[in-house]
Nanobody
Framework: EVQLVESGGGLVQAGGSLRLSCAASGFPFDDFNIGWFRQVPGKEREGVSCIRSSDSKTWYDDSVKGRFAISRDKAKNTVYLQMNSLTPEDTAVYYC?????????????????WGQGTQVTVSS
């Protein structure tokens, strides 16, 4: 069974940090590019950061550049999103997605597998 399980969300004050984890199972993790996305009610889901499996090349949305860092641990089949200097505008449900053909650049074309999401709430 394919699973992507996000964890690490929660409530944090502005300026704080969280580290999200995305644990993958049931598919060849090393062959899949992984992305983090977020969505707030009434808005479209947006790509936050993505990482290419072959060379760990990364992309970040301008809104998080310099504050967030994506990484993957192939031994643990896990991708992380370290989020620092959080602001209320980062409040959203964060999802991870996996696709062998997903483009790390602009986090485009992620269609295969999605997690259930984890809520991140940043208070002012």
């Amino acid at each position: 069974e394919v699973q992507l399980v996000e964890s690490g969300g929660g409530l944090v004050q502005a300026g704080g940090s969280l580290r999200l984890s995305c644990a993958a199972s049931g598919f060849p993790f090393d062959d899949f590019n992984i992305g983090w996305f977020r969505q707030v009610p009434g808005k479209e889901r947006e790509g936050v950061s993505c990482i290419r499996s072959s060379d760990s090349k990364t992309w970040y949305d301008d809104s998080v550049k310099g504050r967030f860092a994506i990484s993957r641990d192939k031994a643990k089949n896990t991708v992380y999103l370290q989020m620092n200097s959080l602001t209320p505008e980062d409040t959203a449900v964060y999802y991870c997605a996996a696709d062998p053909f997903g483009d790390y650049y602009y986090c485009s074309n992620y269609n295969d597998y999605w997690g259930q999401g984890t809520q991140v709430t940043v208070s002012s």
